[in-house]
């Protein structure tokens, strides 16, 4: 069964930091670039960080470089999304997505025609005092 299943989501106060996990199953899952996106309560998703399948380069949306880190084990078949310097605004569920084309990843949440292969369930993360 092909599943990503995120973890590591909850309450933390700002200026505080948090690691999201995302566990792989069901495809190889070194063949695959991976991202995070993120969506806040009545707000769209927004892409936030991605990763090429060997790890190679990262990308980040301006909100949150310098302060988010994106990483991957693939001997561990998991990725990982360390954030520090949490702000009340990055508080959203966070999702994890996998495909082979990292370009998609990046421009599926704009761009409507665009599709990637798997989604996880999400992760809730919130930021508050």
């Known amino acids: 069964q092909v599943q990503l299943v995120e973890s590591g989501g909850g309450l933390a106060q700002p200026g505080g930091s948090l690691r999201l996990s995302c566990a792989a199953s069901g495809f190889t899952f070194s063949r695959y670039a991976m991202s995070w996106a993120r969506q806040a309560p009545g707000k769209r998703l927004e892409w936030v960080s991605g990763?090429?399948?060997?790890?190679?380069?990262?990308y980040y949306a301006d909100s949150v470089k310098g302060r988010f880190t994106i990483s991957r084990d693939n001997a561990q078949n998991t990725a990982y999304l360390h954030m520090n310097s949490l702000k009340p605004e990055d508080t959203a569920t966070y999702y994890c997505?996998?495909?082979?084309?990292?370009?998609?990843?990046?421009?599926?949440?704009?761009?409507?025609?665009?599709?990637?292969?798997?989604w996880g369930q999400g992760t809730l993360v919130t930021v508050s005092s």
């Open positions: 997505a996998a495909d082979p084309k990292l370009h998609s990843l990046v421009v599926v949440t704009t761009d409507k025609n665009t599709h990637v292969e798997v």
């Open positions: 990763i090429y399948s060997d790890g190679s380069d990262t």
